[in-house]
């Protein structure tokens, strides 16, 4: 299911109002219900299985939008009254992080991969009334970006993203907007006007549609996604709709009609998407704000602020069939609910590595590295025997394994060891399955590679010095140092300094350090006796692993820049091709200098002959 927040459904369309419902489940497997009581500063949890209140749980002061991440594992509840974000751990009903946004937070929304989490929220109100978007990540909690989506105090309340995560949208109650950000740039992208003090937000499965419960224009807007262009249907008399859910098919929507006691007709009215007509109305209980339906379609969920009641509505009687009574269960004071929302189907998630890769290791040699699975969603996972599926070949394999056939409930892990043993020189790769049951049969599969040395390395070849010449005189105080590209015997990957200096056994000079490595990005160190430049190889070699680091040391008198272009390493060069390192950082003039090149392939090097230049006055 999708996440919500305040008046607002967050993926699949399936918008909320004023009470916030999350459905979610633990390991005995039922899926539950969060709703945040803004007057207690408490979040209810009801068991939807039976219908009844279970727990509650203490978060800030004035809870009011609740959003529950997509893997059911964490629940997010904006505080209002404590300017800040409660993280509730599903499993345990404990709240497990608090952090701080800015002032009066309404709106949060979980992003359709669990990664980020969107909440809408004024400034400090001594810098003057603006109003912001804060992105939260999950990972750790920490808000990681935060901008202005107007200059002035627009009251944003529902957050909700599209379907692909690639925009979210906002409703402005004073500017009668919705504001859209770019979720990938994280930048304003545009407003649209959609009428009289906008509420609760769903979008359609497809994303195509947005639609906007506009309380006080008595209407519902209908945004076509694709030109932001708007269309209204109409609602009865008196409706103020707050609310709005869509059906997982796309045809229907439920809007919910409340607003003050006096004007609140109490029902929820049924819209035919492909007409944008009415079709029906059902009543509800007192003052109905948050609405959502389920994952499969055939349960409507309508929070009752003043009743403290859910009315849950059979989709194909377009009735009532249940009340599930939440003041009974938590007491406090009567009429304080906000939000609604429904979480994911209820299941165990594997957390595993993908892929592994193993040093460089000498024929008959063995090396191992540990893999952990662990349990990421809320319900046991059952897994299945990994070596009886797919199962690995030498010079691979499994040992200590305490993972087949094991159950880990939420949170839980188990290791086994995956063993490298070449035994053969060359690069050796394959993979292997880790069955489970989530109740859903499932397969994760992970890759394994790795390369077997010789046990009697052969050193690289004799690099052959090109540029400057032997001798030459007024050499630039730039130049370009040049020579062949060496094969390696064994084909491993070849590294090379240069060394530069004013004396003839290299002792003298200043150390400055510069990388640039295989994406070609620059960075530096400074120390005390040469300068280094990493750079990318253009020739192959046959592993077809790793590209060429190009490393170009200079021994000089005072601190200088590099930059470096050319050749590769390994055994698949068949004709010598130059390797370049360009100074950027002048030389001193009119001096002598010797250099070297020092070809290396970690275990063995071999050197050029020594050279030496002159600088232009």
């Excluded at 200079?554 to 360009?582: D, K, N, R, Y």
Aim: glycine share 10%; with cysteine; hydrophobic share 40%.
């Amino acid at each position: 299911m999708q996440r919500c927040s305040y008046w607002t459904k967050i993926r699949s369309g399936i918008a909320v109002a004023a009470l916030c419902l999350g459905l979610t489940a633990v390991a005995e497997a039922a899926p539950f219900g969060y709703i945040a009581d803004s007057y207690d500063g408490w979040v209810t949890v009801i068991d939807l299985a039976n219908d009844t209140a279970t727990n509650k749980v203490l978060v800030g002061n004035a809870p009011i939008g609740v959003a529950v991440t997509p893997d059911g594992s964490q629940v997010y509840v904006a505080n209002r009254g404590s300017d800040s974000v409660s993280v509730i751990e599903a499993v345990s009903n404990v709240v497990v992080a608090t952090i701080p946004v800015g002032s009066q937070p309404q709106g949060v929304a979980v992003s359709p991969d669990g990664s980020k989490a969107f909440v809408a929220h004024y400034g400090n109100p001594a810098l003057g009334a603006r109003t912001y978007l804060s992105e939260i990540n999950t990972g750790d909690y920490s808000v990681t970006k935060t901008i202005e989506t107007s200059a002035q105090a627009i009251q944003p309340f529902a957050v909700i993203t599209n379907p692909a995560g690639t925009r979210i949208y906002i409703s402005n109650n004073l500017s009668d907007s919705v504001s859209i950000v770019n979720a990938t740039t994280f930048t304003l992208a545009s407003e649209v006007f959609v009428g009289d003090y906008p509420m609760g937000m769903a979008i359609t499965p497809d994303g195509s549609k947005l639609l906007v419960a506009n309380n006080g224009g008595n209407s519902v807007a209908v945004i076509n996604t694709a030109d932001n262009s708007v269309a209204f249907i109409a609602m009865m008399t008196g409706a103020a709709p707050w609310g709005v859910t869509i059906n997982p098919n796309g045809l229907t929507a439920y809007v919910t009609n409340a607003y003050l006691p006096e004007q609140a007709i109490d029902a929820v009215a049924v819209i035919n998407l492909t007409t944008n007509e009415i079709t029906t109305s059902i009543a509800v209980g007192n003052n109905p704000r948050g609405i959502e339906i389920n994952s499969d379609g055939t349960f409507v969920y309508a929070a009752n602020r003043l009743s403290e009641t859910v009315s849950v509505i059979d989709t194909a009687l377009n009735e009532v069939v249940k009340t599930i009574n939440l003041h009974t269960f938590s007491g406090g004071t009567l009429g304080g609910l906000e939000g609604i929302d429904l979480g994911p189907v209820p299941k165990g998630i594997l957390s595993v590595v993908s892929s592994l890769r193993f040093s460089d290791l000498i024929v008959t040699s063995t090396s191992f590295q540990t893999v952990t699975v662990t349990n990421r969603g809320i319900l046991d996972l059952a897994l299945g025997s990994i070596s009886a599926v797919n199962p690995l070949a030498a010079p691979f394999s499994l040992s200590e394994n305490g993972c087949s056939n094991q159950i880990l409930a939420p949170g839980a892990t188990c290791t086994f060891k995956v063993n490298f043993a070449p035994t053969a020189v060359g690069e050796f790769s394959d993979s292997f399955d880790i069955p489970y049951l989530d109740p859903a049969a499932g397969t994760a599969t992970a890759s394994v590679a790795g390369y077997g040395l010789s046990a009697n390395n052969q050193r690289p070849g004799k690099p052959a010095l090109i540029s400057p010449t032997d001798g030459q005189i007024g050499v630039a105080l730039t130049p370009t140092f040049s020579w062949t590209e060496v094969t390696d015997p064994d084909g491993d990957v070849v590294n090379y300094s240069i060394v530069c200096s004013t004396s003839p056994d290299f002792t003298a000079g200043t150390l400055v350090t510069l990388h640039f490595g295989e994406q070609k990005s620059l960075y530096a160190g400074l120390g005390a006796a040469a300068l280094a430049l990493f750079g990318i190889g253009a020739a192959g070699n046959q592993r077809n692993r790793k590209k060429l680091a190009l490393l170009v040391s200079l021994l000089i008198l005072a601190s200088a820049l590099v930059s470096a272009c050319g050749g590769g390493g390994g055994g698949s060069s068949t004709s010598p091709i130059g390797v370049e390192g360009t100074l950027t950082t002048p030389l001193t003039a009119n001096t002598k200098y010797y250099w070297k090149v020092v070809a290396d392939d970690s275990r063995d090097s071999n050197t050029s002959d020594v050279w030496s230049f002159t600088t232009k006055p």
